[in-house]
């Protein structure tokens, strides 16, 4: 029902979505970028967004038996060459950290001194770290599994850098586990994916697609990579989590062995999984229109903002008291087993300002209370999700104030899967491929096709050459629906995969 | 009631507290040194204290009006010289970034590549890098006050390291307001020197002493430096937290400049005040014995542990069906607001093995349970703070559990505050003073005094000659009681501070 007017956010996502993404950010005050050459800083509410997402997680780590722990930020650069595709993935964009005190040099600056004997790298994933401390702990089957999370921050030295979805430092969490059997470890695997899945879908109301890395796509080091994708609005991939089966990679560059019962010694079985910040970059992009941010209320840092509307100073002193009487008795509410988090905004702001900086906020529900309604007993109620705007009695307000947070969360999800499925083609020739692939106006490169499911040969010479030609890649090969249909649209040879393709983040 | 025994750590406290310290992190799994030089590895149960400090101190920073935020790892070297003293006191022990790559060098060895323009060095504390964001967020005296903490790692490049005291990388939070006056900033400080007092007396149950550092003490940088200091168990002072007032220093140096309301262009006050992994070791060292860990129930991992005691297979299935039903009973119970946390270790192990296992993990109470104290149901309790075992009714356990762990709590703090009190003199003449600090026996230097009341004329003099001749530092002038009462007993002048004297970590 909203009117025709300017949109919040400019440029809006038809006009520049890059730039469209960066003015959410802002107008959100979610994060900016620093003085220091791709590092970001996290502004409160942006920080909020990660807090929740921090405590949900960690209850369903918890929850599947994992502990948290902490190790080194510093690793040495010998250890990351025990394993060659690792270091090779990772030494090409590290930071070496080389000298351990600074001095006063020629000119009166400030240069480096001591040098390290031997240099060490700003972690950029821990599992060479991690597995030489594994490597100390597990002696018999009876020290397995070891099932280890950890919240860190790492460093990986990208060069072209976007808030939230790559930056060179970046806050994460990394679970390694080790395990007895091949068996173990790869259900283990599987189970943080559902996890991701879960998490993806549940609390961050975005849909993602399970599936398998091709060889060229997974971690360095790993035998199998496996990863969450989510569809954004400019319908490109963002690959949102991955869980690494090992295989016994590392567990033999780290020496992880175990007396098994039989009494053999055995290499043990290892995997690694992770979410990072990017997810909120993720969030964004999924549920944000042209006015700004959308929450899902599940990891809302305000569910709800109460906006007292004053035209007299004589009216203040009452709406005030009436509007905080309001947010107590809607924090007596729960929302998924917690209290609804509410506020009164009384600043001292025009009412249209106060009230767009909580729509460019994203805040599911705002409440607008002005000497009228209070009359009658009745409330102003805005969806930031649909723009919706009713008259609610206030005691009906109460009674369904859960239900909305909850309508609001299942529409996003709904709307965000809606968008992808319309977005999402079956292709069954290379003519088809390309041409959903290449742009229809140079002038904006962002238009071109969303995900393509196609059948292919599964081998490395089509997946480099659709890379060149149109900066396609196999997103993933689905835990479900994989089964090729007919030929490699390519080739025409036997088809190895039924994929998902896409342009990516 | 114990018997005459030997102890569970070796060596005792008396025999060696360095080393018995080193045995109970090791006895407890809290922690260990990593490969790579200073830094350590935080265990689960070592990080799970981490967790409830962070838990409780993070409530207690947001019920005081602050937010949390990120800010860069990487702090650029032009920055850190912008504040003389601050360079000046972290310049000689930093780990220094110089090259964003590694290459494939002489001999197939990986060396470092791609020098960086500019050199960065890994944030020893971040008053210089949060100072240049705060200059661009502050514009005005309504974008004041400023009030947000940081949970983050840390890296001081210390020579010799020690498990939780004093590591190359450590876990903390830093706190890093502006404020519009000097008054604000000033009861900000001293606002969360008494948020951190609160947490470790009420929480970790280490009674401390609020003051004020002398200049030679004080943070680089600083106009003034507060602390809390706690006396461990060989009678040396651990400081265990700093609120820092930075007066103008950092927003000059940063140019944290904001309009006041009369329109002048004015420089902002700073604060910054941080706690660190290092209270996990102020912990350990405070309540200890020598049969290791003992944990104040208000942060530990595991309030109860029951351990069923089996002693033919016949009786198993029952014994573990009580345990179980024992144990969903008691997490009905809450503690301090929150349910009691309680586990069942039903673990193969001989139960002598299996009971002294968290006798030096320091779960505060432990309950065994066979078939005799089931037919009577009855449970054998007993508390890691006394030693005391009790046979308890069920029902009377269940009624007594919260008050029992309030109990331990309180008796945990007042045992250590009657400790420190035992160990703490007035001391009126140098010669006092000097035999007080000597130890008595040469083979057992750690055997000296405690904490020594004395007057002095405050100058840095007279705190060379004690660091010097005695290894002795003022720890802090008390906010309470810091009255002179006579001359200064070094050199009879006028007295200008009554301080207290120790030894430190």
């Known amino acids: 029902m909203a009117k025709e007017r300017r949109s919040a956010i400019e440029p809006t996502r038809a006009q520049d979505y890059p730039e469209w993404y960066q003015q959410v950010i802002k ?24 807090e929740n997402m921090q405590k949900s997680l960690d209850k369903m780590f918890k ?34 950290v080389t000298h351990s005190k600074l001095e006063l040099g020629e000119g009166g600056k400030l ?6 004997e031997e240099p060490l790298i700003v972690r950029p994933t821990s599992e060479t770290i991690i597995g030489e401390m594994y490597s100390r702990w597990v002696q018999s089957y009876r020290d397995l599994p070891l099932l280890i999370n950890q919240w860190a921050n790492v460093v990986r030295w990208e060069m072209r850098t976007r808030l939230f979805l790559r930056t060179a430092e970046f806050l994460w969490q990394e679970g390694h586990t080790a395990h007895a059997t091949r068996g173990e470890a790869e259900i283990e695997t599987l189970k943080m994916l559902s996890v991701y899945e879960d998490f993806a879908q549940n609390w961050m109301a975005m849909p993602v697609i399970c599936g398998k890395k091709t060889e060229g796509e997974k971690f360095p080091g790993a035998v199998d990579t496996y990863c969450i994708e989510a569809m954004m609005q400019d319908r490109k991939a963002l690959q949102a989590g991955t869980s690494h089966f090992l295989g016994q990679n590392f567990a033999k560059a780290s020496n992880i062995r175990y007396l098994s019962e039989a009494g053999a010694q055995e290499y043990a079985w290892t995997t690694s999984w992770g979410v990072s910040t990017r997810l909120i970059g993720g969030m964004v992009m999924t549920h944000s229109d042209d006015d700004g941010l959308v929450l899902p209320p599940k990891l809302a840092p305000l569910h709800v903002v109460i906006l007292p509307v004053l035209h007299s100073e004589a009216e203040k002193e009452n709406v005030l008291k009436y509007c905080e009487t309001l947010k107590r008795d809607i924090s007596q509410k729960k929302y998924c087993g917690s209290e609804i ?17 909580w729509v460019k906020k994203g805040v599911p529900i705002r409440i607008e209370v002005g000497p009228r309604d209070i009359a009658a007993d009745s409330l102003f109620v805005a969806r930031r999700d649909t723009g919706e705007k009713l008259a609610y009695p206030r005691t009906k307000f109460l009674e369904d104030v859960p239900d909305i947070l909850q309508s609001i969360q299942d529409g996003l999800f709904n709307r965000a899967k809606a968008y992808r499925d319309a977005n999402t083609v079956e292709i069954s020739s290379k003519e088809d491929f390309y041409a959903y692939f290449t742009p229809k106006n140079e002038k904006k490169p962002e238009i071109h096709g969303g995900f393509a499911i196609a059948d292919y040969n599964g081998s490395a010479e089509i997946e480099d050459m659709l890379r060149r030609d149109l900066k396609v890649t196999v997103r993933c090969i689905p835990l479900s629906g994989a089964v090729p249909k007919g030929k490699c649209i390519f080739t025409g040879e036997n088809a190895k995969y039924r994929a998902v393709f896409a342009k990516s983040y």
């Open 27 to 50: 107008a959100a005050d979610l994060a900016e970028n620093s003085p220091v050459r791709g590092c970001m800083v996290i502004k409160p509410w942006g920080y909020s967004l990660w």
């Open 63 to 96: 929850d599947t038996g994992h502990t948290n722990a902490y190790f080194p930020l510093f690793i040495p650069v010998s250890y990351l060459e025990k394993e060659a595709e690792h270091v090779e993935g990772f030494a090409k964009e590290c930071a070496v």
């Open 111 to 116: 240069v480096p001194a001591a040098p390290l």
């Open 341 to 357: 988090k509410v506020d009164v905004d009384s600043r001292d702001l025009r009412g249209g300002e106060k009230m767009w900086s």
